[in-house]
């Protein structure tokens, strides 16, 4: 079962940006879905985006779409975050489907029990 372990996590002044990263260990990262979620202080969790690293395709809600683009070079996945707003401040954790499991085509949607490995998640505070 893979590993995840988030970084890049910070304070950060409205309009700014931060790339978040999600490092896999205990296995190729090939044929999974991994997704970014977030959550807020008495809020559940939510998908924020989502890519399938067998094909690359990714997608997003409305809510971060233009301003976040999730990437992946080889056993790490990446989260680049622009044009932040205090309402993106939140914990955030990446995770992974089971092997050859897809995304749900909206991540926003997604049933979390349908993710297997979690990370421990990074604070993102956005605060001038």
């Known amino acids: 079962q893979l590993q995840l372990v988030e970084s890049g996590g910070g304070l950060v002044q409205p309009g700014g940006s931060l790339r978040l990263s999600c490092a896999a260990s205990?296995?190729?990262?090939?044929?999974?879905?991994i997704g970014w979620f977030r959550q807020a202080p008495g809020k559940e969790r939510e998908g924020v985006s989502c890519?399938?690293?067998?094909?690359?395709d990714a997608n997003y809600p409305d809510s971060v779409k233009g301003r976040f683009t999730i990437s992946r070079d080889k056993n790490t996945v990446y989260l680049q975050m622009n044009s932040l707003k205090p309402e993106d401040t939140a914990v955030y954790y990446c995770?992974?489907?089971?092997?050859?499991?897809?995304?749900?085509?909206?991540?926003?949607?997604?049933?979390?029990?349908?993710?297997?490995?979690w990370g421990q998640g990074t604070q993102v505070t956005v605060s001038s």
């Open positions: 995770a992974a489907t089971a092997f050859m499991d897809r995304c749900p085509d909206e991540i926003q949607k997604a049933r979390l029990q349908n993710f297997r490995s």
């Open positions: 205990g296995g190729t990262l090939r044929y999974y879905g």
């Open positions: 890519i399938n690293t067998s094909s690359g």
